[in-house]
C-alpha cells in the first residue's frame, strides 16, 4: 500500500527531499505573430540582438561553473552556445522572418519546434532526450527576446521543492542557487542532462510524473523521494515522519559507503574484483576516481557527435581521448566505438530507420556501412594509445564474420599509421560488447579474435525477450533475473573463460547491488559501471565471500521462474546488507 497523494515518476536523481512546493514558470507560449515588409531588417536585427544576449549570459554562467569545477555543467553550456549559434537555429528564423513576415519569437518557435520533433522521433532514450537541450535554447532565447525573468531570477527559502513542466539543463543549474532541494517535473528521462547535473549536484529529481501540476499548488508540502520515483503531496505527519526519518538514514548510509572508497576491492576470501567507471566525457574521470574508479569500463563516445551540425574530426576525437587517459594516470580506459544507427543519430548522419531501428543498422553495422566514419575514429583512438593504456571495444557484435572484417579493416589503420610515422601502441587490445544472443552464445568463438569481452546487460535483456526496453506497454517483459537470461549469462561467461579471456559487465546490471552477489557468482571478475554505485557495490563485495555467492547462485539456476530468482536474491541481498539496502520503511516500496 502507498502512502496517501503519492505520485509516480522515474527516479532520475537519487535522495529525499522536503519542502514546501514552488511551481516554475511553464513553457514560453508564442502566438503567431507578423509584422509589416518594411519592418523585417528591423526583426532581424531585433533576433541577432537576441541571439548574442544569449549568448553573453551563457558565457558567463559556464565561466562561472568551470570555475567552481562543475565540469558537467560547463561542457553543457559550451555545447548549448555552439547549437545557439548553429546556422539551423539563426538562420532558420531569418529566412522565416524574411520569407513568411514572421516575428522573431514566432520565427524561433517554429524552427526550435521542428528540431525537437526530429529528436522526439528518435528511439534511443538518451539520444532523444538531448532534445531537451535544443528544447532549453529555444526557451532562452525566446525568454531574451520577449524580456520575461529565468527561472532564477527568484529565490526560494532553503529546502523548497520546485515543480514543473520539465526542467531544462540551464535551469537545472541554477537550483542550488534558487534554494531548491529537490524537483519534480511532468516531462523528462532520467538519461537527460538535466538529470546528469542534479546526480552531480546530489539533488534529488523525480520526472515523468502524470499529473503533477494539477495535484500541487503553491505552498504544498511535497516529499519527493528520487530513489523510489515517487512524489508524495500534502503527507499527513505520520507519512511526513516516516520521510524524515528515511532522508536521515539515507544521507548516514550514503557517508558512510562513501568513506569506505579506499584501495582494491576484494572478497572476504581473498578474490580480487576490479570496480570501473562507465563515462562519457573527460571531466567525469575525477568524480569517477574519488568514488572508488580503478579504471574506465566503458567510454562512450557518442558525445562528441551529438547536437551539432558536422561530424567531430580526427584531431578533435583524438584529443578527446588523450584528455581521458592523462586524467586516468595510468589506468586503463576501453572507448567503445560509436554507438548509433536506425533512428537514434546525431544531427549530421542520416541512414535509414527501417521498419525496426532496434534490430536495423546501429552500431557496428552502422560502422561498417560508413566506413568513412569509422576510419577517422579508429585512427583518433589508434593515435590516442600512445599517452596510456587504451582498449577498443565494439558495440552489438553478432558473430565471428562481423568481428573479423572489423579488425581487418583496424590492422589496415594501423598500417596507415605506421606508414604514416604517427605515434601509437602497436597491439591495441580489441574486445566485444556482448549485447546479443548469438555472441553470447559464441564467446568461446570470438575469444580467436577478441582480447577481451563486456557485457552490456540493457540490449541483452531487451533482445533476449524481444522485447523494447522503451516501450512501457513490455515493460513487464524486463527481468533481469530470469532464468533464460541467466543461462545465457553463464553461456558467455564460461565461453569467455574457457578461452582464458577477461569478461565485466558494464550494463545497469553492474551497478545494481542487488544484482552483485549473482554477477560474482557466475563468474564476472570485473564490473563497470556509473561512478556513483561503485560505493555501495564496493561494500557489498568486501563483505562478501566467493563461496557464499556461488553458492547462491548455484541454487538460482535451479529454480524456474523468475518471480522464485528475485524472491530469492532480493530477500536475501536485503537481509545480508542492511547498510546498502536500507530498513524497510512502513511505506511499502
Avoid at 505573430?33 to 541577432?48: G, K, N
Avoid at 568514488?291 to 562512450?300: I, K, N, P, Q
Avoid at 543498422?361 to 566514419?373: G, L, M, N, Q, T
Wanted: aromatic fraction near 4%; include cysteine; charged fraction near 25%.
Amino acid at each position: 500500500m502507498t502512502a496517501p497523494g503519492t505520485l509516480h515518476g522515474v527516479a532520475a536523481s537519487s535522495g529525499i527531499a522536503i519542502g514546501r512546493a514552488r511551481v516554475l514558470v511553464p513553457p514560453v507560449d508564442v502566438v503567431d505573430r507578423r509584422i509589416a515588409r518594411d519592418a523585417v531588417p528591423a526583426e532581424v536585427a531585433r533576433l541577432r540582438e537576441a541571439v548574442a544576449a544569449t549568448d553573453a549570459q551563457l558565457s558567463v554562467l559556464s565561466a562561472r561553473l568551470d570555475g567552481e569545477h562543475l565540469h558537467e555543467g560547463h561542457l553543457i553550456l559550451e555545447a548549448h552556445r555552439m547549437m545557439l549559434r548553429d546556422d539551423e537555429v539563426v538562420e532558420g528564423a531569418r529566412r522565416l522572418i524574411e520569407g513568411d513576415g514572421l516575428a522573431a519569437e514566432c520565427a524561433v518557435r517554429r524552427v526550435i519546434d521542428a528540431i525537437c520533433a526530429r529528436f522526439a522521433s528518435i528511439e534511443d532514450a538518451y539520444l532523444r532526450e538531448r532534445g531537451a537541450d535544443v528544447e532549453a535554447i529555444g526557451e532562452r532565447l525566446l525568454r531574451t527576446l520577449l524580456g520575461l525573468p529565468e527561472l532564477s531570477s527568484g529565490a526560494s527559502a532553503d529546502g523548497t521543492i520546485g515543480v514543473g513542466h520539465t526542467l531544462s539543463p540551464i535551469d537545472a543549474l541554477h537550483l542550488p542557487r534558487s534554494g531548491l532541494a529537490g524537483f519534480a517535473a511532468e516531462h523528462g528521462g532520467k538519461t537527460s542532462h538535466a538529470a546528469i547535473i542534479l546526480q552531480a549536484l546530489g539533488i534529488p529529481f523525480v520526472v515523468g510524473v502524470r499529473g503533477l501540476l494539477s495535484a500541487v499548488q503553491p505552498g504544498d508540502t511535497l516529499v519527493v523521494d528520487g530513489s523510489r520515483g515517487e512524489v508524495i503531496v500534502r503527507p499527513d505527519a505520520a507519512t511526513l515522519a516516516i520521510c524524515e526519518e528515511r532522508r536521515s538514514r539515507e544521507r548516514a548510509r550514503a557517508l558512510a559507503l562513501k568513506s569506505r572508497v579506499m584501495g582494491p576491492t576484494v572478497t572476504r576470501d581473498g578474490v580480487r574484483i576490479e570496480l570501473a567507471a562507465n563515462i562519457e566525457a573527460p571531466s567525469e574521470v575525477a568524480d569517477a576516481l574519488e568514488l572508488g574508479a580503478e579504471s574506465v569500463g566503458l567510454f562512450r563516445t557518442e558525445l562528441l557527435y551529438l547536437d551539432r551540425p558536422e561530424l567531430p574530426g580526427e584531431e578533435e576525437q583524438f584529443q578527446d581521448a588523450v584528455a581521458v587517459l592523462v586524467a586516468l594516470g595510468g589506468r586503463p580506459a576501453t572507448f567503445r566505438t560509436l554507438d548509433v544507427g536506425g533512428e537514434k543519430l546525431p544531427l549530421a548522419i542520416t541512414v535509414a530507420g527501417g521498419a525496426n531501428p532496434s534490430l536495423g543498422v546501429r552500431a557496428i553495422r552502422f560502422s561498417r556501412r560508413r566506413p568513412d566514419v569509422f576510419r577517422t575514429q579508429m585512427r583518433a583512438l589508434y593515435r590516442a594509445s600512445a599517452a596510456g593504456p587504451l582498449r577498443i571495444m565494439f558495440p552489438l557484435v553478432s558473430g565471428i564474420t562481423e568481428l573479423h572484417e572489423a579488425r581487418r579493416a583496424c590492422a589496415a589503420i594501423a598500417d596507415e599509421l605506421a606508414g604514416e610515422g604517427m605515434a601509437f601502441t602497436g597491439e591495441v587490445p580489441i574486445g566485444v560488447m556482448i549485447e546479443t544472443p548469438s555472441a553470447a552464445l559464441t564467446t568461446d568463438h570470438l575469444a580467436g579474435q577478441a582480447s577481451f569481452f563486456s557485457i552490456g546487460t540493457n540490449d541483452l535483456i531487451q533482445y533476449t525477450f524481444a522485447a523494447d526496453r522503451e516501450n512501457e506497454e513490455v515493460e513487464y517483459l524486463y527481468h533481469p533475473l530470469h532464468p533464460a537470461l541467466l543461462r545465457l549469462l553463464k553461456s558467455a561467461i564460461d565461453g569467455a573463460r574457457s578461452a582464458n579471456r577477461p569478461i565485466a559487465v558494464c550494463g545497469d546490471m553492474a551497478g545494481d547491488p542487488a544484482f552483485t552477489w549473482v554477477l560474482v557468482g557466475l563468474g564476472v571478475r570485473s564490473l563497470s559501471m556509473s561512478p556513483r554505485f561503485i560505493p555501495a557495490v564496493r561494500s557489498i563485495i568486501a563483505d562478501s565471500t566467493l563461496a557464499e555467492m556461488e553458492a547462491m547462485v548455484a541454487q538460482a539456476l535451479s529454480l524456474r521462474s523468475e518471480t522464485e530468482v528475485e524472491g530469492l536474491v532480493l530477500e536475501m541481498m536485503s537481509r545480508r546488507f542492511p547498510l546498502v539496502f536500507g530498513t524497510p520503511s512502513v511505506i511499502p516500496a
